[in-house]
């Protein structure tokens, strides 16, 4: 298999479930974000402070966001950003590597307090977990082998085979335009039936596309088309521990307020990818 160290396939919205998205996070009693815990009780940030660490859903396989370095290092703009918010909260990060599939269950399960994995601020998801603030704004692509000049747009995918993960916010793009979905496990599979010619397209982050020309500038890929409207990512929580939304919030402020988020963000994509 060729290591791209890329991503599986999600994170895309329409303008009006970022708007919703927005206004979600705006009703603080509705995502209860803020909601005051009952005196005396025992809150999830408690017991994260008095056990010394956060435990971090995070895929690994899913460049430049979360993936391991030719060192085996686990690293990226996620792990990274996740790393600094656990020292602003004064505790250390233990990260859980889960696939994107199991990422939600994972969380249901409590094999996490936290994901840090570019997950997409959704009406639907608010309604069962909470959000951080966003700390990513980002757009779906569409890319193709670059000899393909069969798809020039998202609509030229009916009847043509495209690599999603089957949860995805991006597998439903494809769906919704006419695709075959076939299942990948992780972004390294979907770039290698793409460049062997297993699959015809796949949609993806245009950051994570960015990132890998930027990397391997001679993948034979290219983007044909995206979708219009971007989407905003935030970290993700069970629903009702507002006191470490609030903390995790806050540590995400400072970090963009003293540069913090900023050094990460340019290092990664050469600019500030929360705007």
Known sequence: ???????????????AVVLLSLTACGKNNDSGNNVAEAPGKTTLLDSIKSSGEIKIGTEGTYAPFSFHDKD???????????????????????????????????LDAKRFDMVANEVTIREDRQAKYDFSDPYIVSKAVLIVKDSNNDIKKLADLKGKKSGQSLTSDLGDIAKGNGAEIVQIDGFNQAIDLLVSGRIDATINDKLSYLDLKK?????????VDETNNASQSGLLFHKGNGELVTAVNKALSDMKADGKYLEISTKYFGEDVSK
């Open 1 to 15: 298999m060729i290591n791209w160290h890329w991503r599986s396939m999600r994170n895309t919205g329409l303008a």
């Open 72 to 106: 085996g290092k686990l690293t990226g703009f996620d792990v990274e950003v996740a790393e600094e918010v656990a020292k602003r909260i004064g505790v250390k990060p233990n990260f859980v590597e889960t696939k994107w599939d199991g990422m939600l269950a994972g």
């Open 215 to 223: 990397q391997k500038p001679d993948v034979p890929i290219k983007v």
